[in-house]
């Protein structure tokens, strides 16, 4: 089921929160959606689980418009994380998980697996407010997917984890991915869209300035990196042209190229001047280009 998004526009007001958003998120896939604070992102998830009207445009899911009254096909990790801190994990799995059509027995069954997954079996008769925020957050993201939805929307699912837990919610995503699951989820952190996403559309200002595929955005992009290591000074690389950037490291230098031709006159210029360990061309990352498309107003 492929999730399509046309000219979508929402203001708030005068202030236009997202422009002529158009995206295709293909299904069984993981879709990335970057942006600085205030691009949009959210109010983008808002519009396609129907929280928010849409000002223009058209949402739809494998060719319709999304029926909302059908709430266990779509799982939604909302960034404002809202559980009951008065009751237990299980009450309020329960209650949650009845709202989407699911048996009581079914429920706890799942819920069982979810903690014994994410190594806290004792949490089920807790109550939120006694658990520390990160493991909230588990409890949160169990809460999205426990009805098996076919479209799951997470908003930072990442943020205010450490790292151990984040790397055992990336491996629940992957294996929900597995398991045919549609994911769009919203970061600010590069590194873990460049690792989970073959989509990816980047957001300023609510319009997309990138979009696409990971592999076609970095070869479009043009700029390379260049790492070299050796024992004498690069510096003379700092205004070589067709250098963006020039960095020094304790080893040697690492470079922004304008692209890869540059490489090959700067392995030519470094010929005869000494001992060279390392000479390495790398794609540039989705920091780089993040960096470059969206610039300072990122904070
Ligand atoms: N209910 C609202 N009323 C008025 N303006 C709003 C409302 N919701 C969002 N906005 C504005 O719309 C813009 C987009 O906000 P949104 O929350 O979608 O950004 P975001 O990309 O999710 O940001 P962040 O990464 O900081 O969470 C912002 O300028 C925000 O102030």
Not at 45 to 67: A, H, P, Q, V, Y
């Amino acid at each position: 089921m492929t999730l399509l998004l046309k000219q979508v526009t929402k203001r708030f007001d005068e202030h236009i929160a997202v422009y002529q958003l158009s995206l295709e998120i293909p299904e069984k896939e993981m879709f990335g959606f970057l942006g600085g604070n205030g691009a949009g992102k959210t109010t983008t998830f808002r519009m396609i689980l129907g929280l928010l009207d849409k000002t223009e445009g058209e949402i739809s899911w494998n060719g319709e418009s999304i029926n909302y009254d059908k709430s266990h096909l779509i799982g939604y990790l909302p960034e404002e994380r809202g559980l009951y801190p008065k009751l237990t994990v299980r009450d309020q799995l329960i209650y949650l998980g009845k709202l989407r059509g699911m048996k009581k027995q079914e429920v706890i069954i799942e819920l069982e697996s979810w903690l014994e997954r994410f190594k806290v079996p004792e949490y089920i008769d807790k109550k939120v407010d006694e658990l520390s925020k990160g493991n909230q957050q588990k409890i949160q993201f169990i809460t999205a997917v426990i009805h098996k939805p076919k479209l799951l929307i997470l908003d930072e699912p990442f943020s205010g984890l450490d790292p151990i837990n984040v790397e055992m919610l990336k491996e629940a995503v992957v294996d929900l991915k597995m398991q045919d699951t549609s994911i769009v989820f919203s970061s600010h952190r590069m590194e873990h869209v460049e690792e989970l996403c073959e989509h990816l559309c980047i957001l300023h200002k609510g319009k997309p300035v990138v979009q696409g595929s990971l592999k076609d955005i970095k070869q479009t992009f043009g700029r390379k990196n260049l790492v070299v290591h050796g024992d004498h000074s690069f510096d003379f690389l700092e205004n070589f042209p067709g250098v963006v950037q020039y960095k020094k490291i304790a080893q040697g230098c690492e470079l922004q190229i304008e692209n890869e031709e540059i490489s090959q006159r700067i392995f030519s210029a470094l010929q005869g001047q000494g001992f060279i360990r390392k000479f390495d061309l790398e794609e540039p990352s989705l920091n780089d280009i993040f960096i470059e498309k969206v610039g300072a107003s990122y904070e």
